[in-house]
């Protein structure tokens, strides 16, 4: 397990990189926009918060992966963080950074 994380921290990490250089280069041309009709910037508006929120979406993946890999260090790794009960070995392999059993998850979901 910790090596698929750790796998998946490292892809996290480039594709933040790229994402936010990818963003640097949208608010870069942002200023650009003389002449540009209404859907050309809507186009650009849109591109923009598409890359931003792809950007959000890795760095909250990369935060639980990373809490994932403090549950192995400290040996929590495995354990439902609401009621304390195992978390079934097919919902890791499912989802590695699972922190709630499945009980547990489906009350957090019906809130």
């Known amino acids: ?23 640097v280069g949208l608010m870069r041309d942002a200023g650009d926009g003389a002449g540009d009709d209404q859907a050309d910037a809507g186009a650009k508006t849109y591109e923009r918060e598409q890359e931003i929120s792809l950007a959000n979406n890795a760095r909250d993946m990369l935060e639980q992966n990373l809490h994932a890999l403090e549950r192995l260090d400290n040996g929590t790794y495995g354990i439902c963080e609401s009621c304390g009960n195992p978390i079934g070995k097919l919902r890791l392999q499912a989802a590695p950074r699972a922190t709630l059993c499945v009980t547990c998850k489906t009350k957090q979901e019906r809130r």
């Open 1 to 23: 397990m910790r090596s698929e994380i750790e796998s998946h921290i490292a892809h996290l990490r480039q594709e933040i990189t790229v994402a936010e250089a990818d963003l």
